[in-house]
C-alpha cells in the first residue's frame, strides 16, 4: 500500500525544508511525495531556482495564489487547496515553517469533511493526518504574523516536529499533549549538507569584488524593518555608514525592493562603492556567500539558523528571536536601529565564535521525519 504525502511549498523558506523531505520520501516504496506550490512566492528568482538548485521536480500540483493582504493570500490559499483536498484526499499534509500558507493549508486540511459514503482501497476516507515540521518556536511577539501562523498551526496540527528542545518547551506550556510533539532537529540543515560541496564549490564572492572572511552579508524582509518610511531611511544610512567600514552584500527581497523605490533610495544606495546590492540570489551561490561572509547582518529566521550551525557572527535586526537556541550558542545578537552600528564595530573587533554543536542539526533530520511518519501511517 502506498501512501499520498503532500509536501507544502509555498516561499522562499519553505523550498530548503520541503527538498530533503521529498528527496527522502521518494525512496521509500510506500510513499508518494507530491509537492503542492501555493504560489505565495512566484518570482524566478523566490522560486524557480530554489527549485533547481535543490534539484526538485516542478510543482506536481500549483494553486497559484500570488500576493495579496494577509487575509486575501491565506483566504484564497484556503480555497484553493480545500478543491485539490477533496480531489486527491492525500494520507497526510506536511507544512513548514511559519508563512501564511503554512497556516492556510493547515486550516484546510483539519477541516475537511470526513466522507463516510466514499472508499479508498476499501477504506473509509477519512481527513488526511497533518504534521508540522519546525514546530514550537514562539518569538511571544504576536505583531509579527509569522507568530500567528505559528501558533494557530501548532494548536491545529495532529504532528509537531521540533527542531530544538525550546520548541518541545513551548507547546508543552501552551498545554499541547506531548504525545504529539517529536523533536528530529533543523530540516535546512540537511539542504545545507546536502548541497555543501556544490555551495564550497562556488566563488560567489569574485563576482562582487569582495574578499573572503571580509564582508558582511546582508538581508533584510520583515514588515518591521522595511514597511516604516522612517525606519527604512534610518536603515538605509546605517547601511551607508557601516559600509565605509566594511564591504556589505545585500541581495534585496522583493518587499524591502518595494518600499526602497516608493522612498526613492535606490540610486543612493547603489552609488555606495561598498554597498553592492543585487537581486536575490539562488541558493547555492547565496550559502556560498553565507560561508565566506565575516557576519551576517539579518532578520532572516534561516539565517540566523545557518550562521549558528557555520559558527559564523550574526547580527539580528529585530527585539526578540524565535529561535533563542541561536543567541545561547554565542553565535547571534539582537540588535536595534540605535545601537546597529555599535553591534557592528564591536563584532569587528572581536573574534569568531566556535561552531557550536546541537543534538540533531546534524544533516539527518529528514531520515528521523521519514521514521516518524511510517510509523504514523502504518
Ligand atoms: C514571506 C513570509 C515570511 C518569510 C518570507 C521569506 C508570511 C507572512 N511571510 O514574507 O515569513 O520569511 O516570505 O521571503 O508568509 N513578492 C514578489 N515576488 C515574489 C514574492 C513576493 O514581488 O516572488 C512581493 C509581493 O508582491 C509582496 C512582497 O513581496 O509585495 C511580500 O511577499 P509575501 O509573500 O507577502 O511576504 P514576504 O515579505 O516575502
Redesign the pocket.
Known amino acids: 500500500m502506498k501512501f499520498n504525502i503532500h509536501l507544502i511549498a509555498a516561499?522562499?523558506?519553505n523550498f530548503m525544508k520541503i527538498a530533503p523531505l521529498y528527496h527522502a520520501l521518494s525512496k521509500q516504496p510506500w510513499a508518494i511525495p507530491v509537492i503542492v506550490h501555493t504560489g505565495?512566492?512566484?518570482?524566478l528568482n523566490?522560486?524557480d531556482v530554489f527549485f533547481q538548485d535543490l534539484k526538485l521536480p516542478a510543482p506536481h500540483i500549483h494553486l497559484g495564489v500570488g500576493?495579496g493582504s494577509h487575509a486575501e493570500?491565506t483566504g484564497q490559499v484556503m480555497m484553493a487547496y480545500e478543491k485539490i483536498l477533496l480531489d486527491t484526499r492525500p494520507d497526510m499534509v506536511i507544512v513548514v515553517g511559519?508563512?501564511?500558507s503554512t497556516m492556510a493549508c493547515t486550516v484546510a486540511a483539519v477541516k475537511l469533511p470526513e466522507n463516510g459514503g466514499q472508499q479508498k482501497d476499501g477504506k473509509k476516507l477519512r481527513r488526511p493526518l497533518v504534521a508540522h515540521l519546525e514546530a514550537g518556536l514562539r518569538s511571544f511577539d504576536r505583531t509579527m504574523?509569522?507568530e500567528i501562523?505559528r501558533l494557530v498551526t501548532d494548536a491545529l496540527a495532529d504532528v509537531l516536529w521540533t527542531p530544538s528542545p525550546d520548541g518541545d518547551e513551548n507547546l508543552i506550556k501552551e498545554g499541547v499533549d506531548a504525545v504529539k510533539i517529536q523533536r528530529v532537529g533543523n530540516i535546512m540543515i540537511d539542504s545545507l549538507e546536502m548541497l555543501r560541496s556544490s555551495i564550497g564549490s562556488q566563488n560567489a564572492y569574485k563576482g562582487l569584488n569582495v574578499q573572503p572572511g571580509n564582508y558582511g552579508l546582508v538581508t533584510l524582509?520583515r514588515p518591521s524593518n522595511v514597511d516604516d518610511p522612517q525606519i527604512l531611511q534610518r536603515l538605509c544610512n546605517a547601511l551607508i555608514n557601516i559600509s565605509k567600514k566594511v564591504p556589505l552584500v545585500f541581495p534585496i527581497?522583493?518587499?524591502t525592493r518595494?518600499h526602497i523605490e516608493n522612498l526613492d533610495l535606490l540610486p543612493k544606495l547603489e552609488q555606495e562603492k561598498q554597498l553592492l546590492i543585487s537581486e536575490p540570489i539562488n541558493y547555492i551561490r547565496f550559502m556560498n556567500l553565507v560561508f565566506n561572509c565575516q557576519f551576517a547582518l539579518t532578520d532572516?529566521?534561516g539565517i540566523q539558523e545557518e550562521t549558528t550551525y557555520l559558527g559564523i557572527p550574526c547580527l539580528t535586526l529585530r527585539p526578540n528571536t524565535e529561535r533563542p537556541i541561536t543567541i545561547n550558542q554565542g553565535t547571534n545578537q539582537l540588535c536595534t536601529l540605535n545601537n546597529l552600528e555599535d553591534h557592528v564595530n564591536a563584532m569587528l573587533s572581536t573574534r569568531k565564535p566556535g561552531k557550536p554543536e546541537i543534538e540533531f542539526w546534524d544533516g539527518r533530520t529528514a531520515e528521523r521525519v521519514v521514521k516518524s511518519i511510517k510509523s504514523l501511517l502504518r
Open positions: 516561499a522562499r523558506p505565495q512566492h512566484y518570482d523566490m522560486s500576493s493570500q511559519d508563512v501564511n504574523p509569522e501562523n524582509h527581497h522583493p518587499r518595494k532572516s529566521g
